[in-house]
């Protein structure tokens, strides 16, 4: 296990050195704790996962969903944030994390329309990756239940995706948003 750097003089950990360190897998279980603790190397590990075009920089995420794991309210006062950088975002990995998180936290209705066009766009292009897609269904159907007039469209677009361009993923939750949806639209 390497060692966290820390600057003698300020006693913080430059960008590089987090990048360093999030390298090598055998440090994030590490870093998880490491980071939770300080809000300032939190906030750095969120500009990587959110900015950072290193090549690995898609562990940042990773490792931004890990944390949110155990301490899902870290995570809230970015995720206006977060949703601009999808606007953008080209990695499939961070994408993936980063519907992942959105779906596991209440969106305000500002927040919606944008990742309503967003993720349909994403559920419905067969050139996503299945993980990327089953987020942007499960975001989906959460904005559905506080827009109940999408329902019907949600379960039609689910419904063609089960039929259509399907996968084990997109069957399996799928199936499971489908029945809820059916149930709530009768």
């Known amino acids: 296990m390497r060692k966290i750097y820390i600057c003698a003089k300020t006693g913080k950990m430059t960008k590089n050195e987090l990048i360093d360190l999030i390298n090598s897998w055998e ?3 590490y870093l998880q704790n490491e980071l939770v603790n300080n809000s300032e190397r939190y ?3 969120i500009e990587i996962a959110f900015y950072s075009d290193d090549p690995k920089s898609w562990r940042a995420a990773y490792l931004v969903d890990k944390i949110n794991d155990n301490y899902p309210g870290l995570i809230k006062p970015f ?4 949703i601009k950088q999808l606007r953008t975002e080209k990695n499939e990995s961070k994408r993936r994390h980063f519907l992942k998180l959105l779906s596991m936290n209440d ?3 500002n927040q919606m329309g944008f990742l309503t066009d967003f993720c ?3 559920f419905t292009s067969d ?3 299945v ?3 089953v987020y942007a269904m499960q ?3 959460n904005i559905s239940e506080k827009q109940p007039d999408l329902k019907p469209e949600i379960l039609l677009f689910v419904e063609h995706e089960m039929e259509n361009h399907f996968s084990a993923g997109i069957l399996s939750r799928g199936k499971k948003i489908a029945q809820k949806l059916r149930r709530q639209i009768s």
């Open 131 to 133: 993980a990327v897609r």
């Open 127 to 129: 050139k996503e990756p």
């Open 139 to 141: 975001v989906l159907y």
């Open 79 to 82: 995720i206006n944030e977060m």
């Open 120 to 122: 349909i766009g994403v």
């Open 27 to 29: 440090n994030l279980k």
């Open 43 to 45: 906030k750095l590990l």
């Open 107 to 109: 969106l305000s209705i």
